[in-house]
């Protein structure tokens, strides 16, 4: 067992299985008392079992660690309210939630449903607020605490998750809020872009040139629940971690711009707007046909 979280309470959600398991053993390791939450339901986010999350508990007592489970489905508030509630009960406190929990359903966005767009914004970034919500309630007046939200690079954009990208895109910006409005408090809030092996990750029509393990991932996430990220003003960032490397993506901001006296017109728009604001390059549209060309020839292309 190490110290580097010692005498901390961590809840970790989607922590049953993959990434969300190995950051809640990750913590348990280095003196974190944790709060294992999974729903257990499948990668399309039906079945729901709660062994899942009593067996990692189990896990984390067997190597001398302290946890306790919840099965909630953290979309709903009282899911989100009971995962911090069940921390504060058990451990007297709450010091970092780490929000993992996620689901699929792959469409492409002209035949896309209500149903298959749903219940994965609800899982990805309701379920985050929820969990943020509740959580950062309590640090407030603690005075300290960490929100670790879970993204993707597919932030970026899919072609047949438009659900998925959608809900990872706002949880940047909902981890950027937090960022700004709890810094008073002593509070950091920052997300983590995983790349690695997971029942997530098995179905990426690439073959990814990084691609790490999720203990890999839990080692990032270990690091910012710690003093250490917080003394370092480690706050309002996106990471991406896939195995060796660890990388941090651009906060937003303007690159170019034009004015116009007297007011636009689509005319001078036309005129203007190419040679002085032009675009920004889209690369994902060059891997988008990268990946046309390679199955036009039977190959899978590389990422």
Excluded at 15 to 39: H, Q, S, T, W
Excluded at 140 to 158: D, E, P, V
């Amino acid at each position: 067992m190490g110290n580097f979280l010692a005498g901390k309470v961590v809840a970790v959600t989607g922590a049953g299985r993959g990434i969300g398991r190995a950051v809640a053993l990750a913590a348990a390791a280095e003196g974190a008392r944790v709060v294992v939450n999974d729903y257990g339901v499948s990668v399309d986010g039906v079945s729901p079992t709660s062994e899942v999350a009593e067996g990692v508990v189990k896990e984390i007592e067997a190597a001398g660690g302290e946890a306790v489970a919840v099965a909630d489905d953290v979309s709903t508030m009282a899911g989100g309210q009971r995962v911090v509630d069940t921390a504060v009960s058990a451990y007297g406190r709450i010091d970092g939630v780490v929000c993992v929990a996620g689901i699929l359903r792959e469409r492409m966005l002209f035949n896309m449903t209500e149903e298959e767009w749903d219940p994965v914004v609800a899982t990805h970034l309701k379920g985050t607020f929820t969990v943020f919500r509740a959580a950062s309630a309590v640090m407030r007046k603690q005075g300290a605490g960490a929100l670790i939200g879970f993204t993707s690079g597919n932030h970026q954009g899919s072609v047949s998750q438009a659900n998925y990208s959608a809900a990872k895109g706002g949880v940047i910006s909902l981890v950027r809020s937090a960022a700004l409005g709890l810094n008073r408090y002593g509070v950091t809030a920052n997300a983590v872009a995983p790349v690695a092996r997971t029942r997530m990750s098995a179905g990426v029509p690439t073959e990814l040139a990084e691609m790490g393990e999720p203990e890999d991932v839990a080692a990032l996430v270990v690091y910012l629940l710690s003093d250490p990220a917080r003394e370092q003003g480690v706050t309002g960032q996106v990471y991406t971690v896939a195995g060796a490397k660890i990388a941090v993506w651009a906060q937003p901001r303007e690159l170019r711009s034009a004015y116009a006296s007297g007011g636009w017109t689509p005319e001078k728009i036309a005129e203007i707007l190419p040679g002085s604001v032009g675009v920004d390059p889209m690369p994902m549209l060059e891997r988008v046909e990268a990946m046309r060309r390679a199955a036009a020839e039977g190959s899978r292309p590389n990422a």
